[in-house]
């Protein structure tokens, strides 16, 4: 049995080296339902069906982070990370997530590259950028991956010893944080951020101020949605004393200022039940100031949902139309998706034209 056993094995042609190592990538390729050329990079990933194409492009980010790059010098990396920061300001994301995978790997590739003082600063850029990787994931809901993100940036921060750079990953964390529901972690981790940047006392310059009231606002958000309307409004106050204190200067791709104060109290409000608060914020709001497409376009949603709790969805309706003529690709959002979902699907005859949003919105009708 055993010699024709032995027969029948020799009988089976072996496959040569290159053959084998094909025969493994295929097992393993078909493990993960891709097909090969997906799995090998001949084509994008995000152009893989059913996925969406943002979050397809974070996702290949996060696990083939490390591709071939070679280092530049820091204006020429600046110079990309900036463009890739008006994308942002822009809500253009696809545009953005195009960007992001050789501005990464450039990133890593010129910190890696660089010594002494040079590395700090090209450690300094990684984290702004990761920040932005970040900000993106949040956009799209993408929780769990806009954390590991985070995680990198502040890393990147420590690393580079920039009080800014780890104030901004840090808020980047937080805002992680909170979105998994550690509020109280997420609350300590800006409030000790703030305190460690110096800013609350003396004469410090746009750069720390800018990122004091930030990591604020952001303490003030977290607060409110963690139902502590008292520490929130201290926060969200002490922003405002320090975008005053700041006065009209604007610092890089930060958009900190007496306005963003203002957007974030209706968000503050809104999270704390008072849509009516909210809504005299939202009056207050100096819409010309909002810098980018971006803000205009978060201090509309903001005003929408403060709105839809007032009971006025025709109102509601109205603020996103401003937002969408602002920045489409806001819209489609998945929680801005959710927002117009309750506001077409809530009880009584929805505003002409809401329909016709949601479905520009990728909302099913």
């Not at 809901?141 to 590991?148: E, H, P, Y």
């Not at 992680?176 to 460690?196: E, F, I, P, Q």
Request: proline fraction near 4%; charge should be neutral; include cysteine.
């Amino acid at each position: 049995m055993l010699v024709h056993c032995a027969r029948a094995v020799e009988a089976v042609p072996r496959l040569q080296d290159g053959e084998e190592a094909v025969r493994r990538r295929e097992l393993l390729v078909g493990t993960t339902g891709l097909t090969g050329a997906a799995a090998l990079g001949l084509i994008p990933a995000a152009s893989t069906a059913g996925i969406d194409p943002v979050a397809a492009r974070l996702e290949a980010l996060l696990l083939g982070e490390g591709g071939l790059a070679r280092p530049v010098p820091m204006v020429h990396l600046g110079k990309s990370l900036a463009a890739a920061w008006r994308s942002f300001e822009n809500c253009q994301y696809s545009e953005l997530a195009d960007r992001l995978p050789d501005l990464v790997n450039v990133a890593r590739a010129s910190r890696h590259a660089a010594t002494g003082q040079a590395r700090d600063q090209f450690a300094a850029v990684l984290s702004d950028t990761y920040v932005l990787v970040s900000e993106l994931a949040v956009k799209i809901n993408k929780n769990s991956m806009a954390w590991l993100f985070a995680d990198r940036a502040l890393t990147a921060a420590r690393d580079s010893g920039n009080p800014a750079s780890v104030a901004a990953a840090s808020r980047a964390f937080a805002i992680c944080m909170r979105r998994l529901g550690h509020y109280d972690g997420a609350t300590r981790l800006l409030v000790d951020s703030a305190l460690s940047i110096g800013a609350d006392h003396g004469d410090p310059g746009p750069v720390l101020l800018a990122a004091y009231g930030s990591v604020l606002c952001t303490a003030a958000y977290s607060c409110a949605q963690n139902s502590k309307g008292a520490e929130a409004l201290e926060l969200i106050g002490e922003a405002g004393e320090a975008a005053v204190r700041m006065g009209d200067a604007r610092v890089g791709h930060s958009v900190f200022s007496v306005a963003n104060v203002s957007v974030y109290q209706i968000g503050v409000h809104t999270a704390l039940g008072d849509s009516a608060q909210a809504l005299e914020h939202a009056r207050t709001v100096e819409q010309h100031q909002l810098p980018t497409p971006e803000r205009h376009a978060r201090f509309c949603v903001d005003t929408a949902r403060a709105w839809e709790q007032f009971g006025r969805r025709d109102r509601a309706y109205q603020a996103l139309s401003v937002a969408e003529r602002h920045a489409p690709e806001e819209l489609r959002r998945p929680s801005v998706r959710t927002l117009v979902a309750n506001l077409l699907y809530s009880p009584g005859i929805p505003p002409s034209g809401l329909r016709a949003l949601a479905a520009r919105s990728g909302v099913l009708v």
